[in-house]
């Protein structure tokens, strides 16, 4: 205990001496205090950069594996489970089913391949153009930069490790889409495989082909019971073997889509509600913490891109230009209003998307 004592007076005496060594420096260069941390802070807020990149690659490797395992299990032992009892609602399982696993796979490809979108010197022709310090870019309104991706991103969400990629101007509606299609096919999984779960997990049987053959002990020493016995204890391994699998398979696949669902559909909701408010999930931060500054003075904090809850997911899906609910329930590429240099004041939206719609 002596030892622990010596030691914890010691650091104390360290931690000490290099506070206030920290704070004289901090007080003698003219630095703020924040400002200071940041540079201590630097080299590890590179270093997580660094391998945020490289675990993001895994990120979509891992989503690829996990979901082509749901996949493959679903149709090994889900089809075949309700084919034996219901055979129409099969087909209807299977064509509504499939639906979802195409906009999962489409919504998740584009939100990957698809680039968020960069300012470019075509920026300058728009007003309200400022130069980023971290990169000497152009930065317009609603940009911002990256620290993983090191550029900076028009109409920056956030950067996602899962799709690694940034969530930005042009892929937001494939990020969210995929979240709403991933959540509405979990759900789908977990409510047509529960039946499936409660047969084969809480009520499985012990022995699924029967009792042992007990042979007459007259027989015990006859070549031909003696050849079926084997084959028979050969056959029920390999029913046990598959037995097994399906059990583990079903147990995997249950806390998979059951994670899944919580996350996703939590997540869906916060950044469903991020749209309607007619901000990003940066934008949301920054929005409250203006409009607590500016209460604590008596004023009110009016978000110019706020064009409404209708306006804003209007705008946000794209429908535009003869666009509809079509472009929402099946794939589409379709691109998003404007360029991402310029956004409009809610006084002057509605003039904006008249010319779309033109």
């Not at 509504?96 to 906009?103: A, T």
């Not at 919504?107 to 300012?119: D, K, L, R």
């Not at 064009?307 to 666009?323: C, Q, V």
């Amino acid at each position: 205990m002596s030892i622990l004592r010596m030691i914890k007076a010691k650091f104390k005496k360290f931690w000490y001496q290099f506070k206030n060594y920290f704070l004289n420096y901090v007080y003698t260069q003219n630095e703020t205090y924040e400002h200071m941390c940041d540079l201590l802070l630097e080299p590890l807020f590179k270093i997580v950069d660094k391998y945020t990149s490289i675990f993001g690659k895994i990120m979509v490797v891992l989503v690829i594996i996990l979901t082509t395992f749901v996949v493959i299990v679903a149709y090994w032992i889900g089809v075949p489970y309700w084919w034996n009892n219901n055979k129409v609602l099969t087909v209807f399982l299977l064509i509504f089913g499939n639906w979802l696993l195409i906009n999962v796979i489409f919504h998740y490809y584009m939100g990957v391949t698809t680039p968020p979108g960069f300012p470019t010197p075509n920026s300058l022709i728009y007003n309200d153009v400022i130069i980023c310090k971290k990169c000497d870019s152009l930065k317009p309104p609603r940009t911002h930069h990256c620290s993983i991706c090191n550029k900076c991103i028009l109409k920056m969400d956030h950067h996602c490790p899962w799709i690694n990629n940034c969530v930005g101007f042009y892929n937001h509606r494939y990020f969210f889409l995929y979240m709403v299609y991933m959540t509405l096919g979990s759900l789908f999984l977990i409510t047509f495989g529960a039946d499936i779960v409660f047969t084969e997990v809480f009520y499985r049987e012990e022995d699924p082909v029967g009792h042992p053959i007990t042979a007459n002990t007259s027989l015990q020493n006859t070549d031909w019971v003696l050849t079926f016995q084997d084959e028979y204890e050969n056959q029920n391994f390999d029913i046990d073997h598959v037995a097994e699998w399906r059990f583990w398979c079903i147990m995997v696949i249950t806390f998979i889509t059951c994670g899944v669902f919580i996350a996703l559909a939590i997540l869906t909701m916060w950044h469903g509600l991020l749209i309607s408010y007619g901000e990003t999930s940066i934008e949301g931060h920054i929005n409250k913490f203006e409009t607590e500054r500016l209460s604590a003075i008596n004023f009110e904090y009016v978000n110019v891109y706020d064009y409404g809850m209708k306006m804003n997911w209007i705008i946000f899906l794209g429908l535009h230009s003869g666009r509809n609910w079509r472009h929402i329930v099946f794939p589409s590429t379709h691109k998003p209003i404007g360029n991402g240099f310029i956004w409009p004041t809610k006084n002057d939206i509605f003039e904006v998307f008249y010319h779309y719609k033109q």
